[in-house]
């Protein structure tokens, strides 16, 4: 039977089935924003121990949200959060920054934002092209040798880049875009299923409704990843309805079965979907609903 946990970077111990934050607004002194701070504590009460941020979300908003609703946080629980990249003075546009001093200042706006003197897993939103990845990752590696970072992680790497990081620092996570219907980085899982290292799939029920829908396609796929697409959305939907479950829960599922090192993050601002989302870890798939679901 699979495990429903996972110790990241070999000793950090989370349930494999997480939350992203990423979708929760953060404007002041709203409803919208009391819904938000409610949905990150049901989390919590749920039994969620592994929640996923950045500083790209609202600007570090979404870090100090996490802060307001759930500080002083359970032993149990490990907010992760991101640097990499920064907003513009002149346009308030967000590119990618790698550049040390930059990163070593998101790090510190983090731990005041997140109100701890260590961030548990801090990854690398992005590698910046435009700064050598020793520098990046070094910035990075001196944090956690100062106690203020415990593992560092990667996002959107190729199997290659992960070597590379591999050759200069312990790599605890991964968090690259995979889903039923996505599986691009399927290399990259294999990479870190043969390390031992956390792999984080975001966006990880992305189209688990519409796509099994009928006819909603994306028009720009070509004609075979749109029928790959179709089969692998009529499985999702007929093994949901044989388990009474959702598109979105049976993908969930489908992530969990998948490795053991995969550690989903789905983001929702509704508690119900919430709720919906923390019971898929609960669901079981045969080998014959797996097989469906793989083969499409």
């Known amino acids: 039977m699979t495990s429903s946990t996972f110790r990241i970077g070999g000793d950090l111990e989370v349930r494999r089935l997480g939350f992203g934050a990423m979708?929760?607004?953060?404007?002041?002194?709203?409803?919208?924003?009391e819904a938000s701070l409610a949905v990150a504590r049901r989390a919590v009460e749920?039994?969620?121990?592994?929640?996923?941020?950045?500083?790209?979300?609202g600007w570090g908003a979404n870090e100090e949200l996490l802060a307001e609703a759930l500080h002083p946080y359970p032993d149990e629980l490990v907010i992760t959060t991101?640097?990499?990249?920064?907003?513009?003075?002149?346009?308030?546009?967000?590119?990618?920054?790698?550049?040390?001093?930059?990163?070593?200042?998101q790090v510190e706006q983090g731990l005041r934002r997140l109100r701890v003197e260590r961030i548990e897993l801090l990854q690398l939103h992005r590698i910046d092209p435009e700064v050598p990845?020793?520098?990046?990752?070094?910035?990075?590696?001196?944090?956690q040798i100062q106690g203020k970072i415990g593992r560092?992680?990667?996002?959107?790497?190729?199997?290659?880049?992960?070597?590379?990081?591999?050759?200069?620092?312990?790599?605890?996570?991964?968090?690259?875009?995979?889903?039923?219907?996505?599986?691009a980085h399927e290399p990259v899982l294999a990479a870190c299923e043969a390390a031992g290292i956390a792999f984080l799939p975001w966006q990880p029920v992305a189209g688990a409704v519409s796509a099994a829908k009928p006819g909603e396609t994306?028009?720009?796929?070509?004609?075979?990843?749109?029928?790959?697409?179709?089969?692998?959305?009529?499985?999702?939907?007929s093994v949901a309805a044989e388990l009474d479950a959702t598109p979105a829960q049976v993908a969930l599922a489908w992530l969990l079965d998948r490795?053991?090192?995969?550690?989903?993050?789905?983001?929702?601002?509704?508690?119900?979907?919430?709720?919906?989302?923390?019971?898929?870890?609960?669901l079981r798939l045969s080998p014959t609903h797996r097989d469906r679901l793989t083969q499409g």
């Open 152 to 183: 560092i992680g990667l996002s959107e790497v190729s199997v290659a880049e992960l070597e590379q990081a591999r050759g200069l620092i312990d790599v605890a996570s991964v968090q690259n875009r995979y889903s039923l219907l996505h599986r």
């Open 23 to 33: 979708r929760l607004p953060t404007g002041p002194g709203t409803a919208t924003r």
């Open 218 to 237: 994306a028009t720009a796929e070509s004609a075979a990843a749109a029928a790959a697409t179709a089969a692998t959305a009529t499985a999702m939907a």
């Open 82 to 105: 991101k640097v990499g990249v920064a907003r513009s003075a002149a346009t308030g546009e967000g590119g990618l920054d790698g550049r040390p001093d930059v990163l070593r200042g």
């Open 133 to 143: 990845l020793a520098d990046q990752l070094g910035a990075l590696r001196e944090l």
């Open 46 to 57: 749920l039994g969620v121990t592994l929640i996923d941020t950045a500083h790209l979300y």
């Open 259 to 282: 490795s053991p090192v995969i550690l989903p993050i789905p983001g929702t601002a509704r508690i119900d979907h919430l709720e919906e989302n923390v019971a898929a870890a609960h």
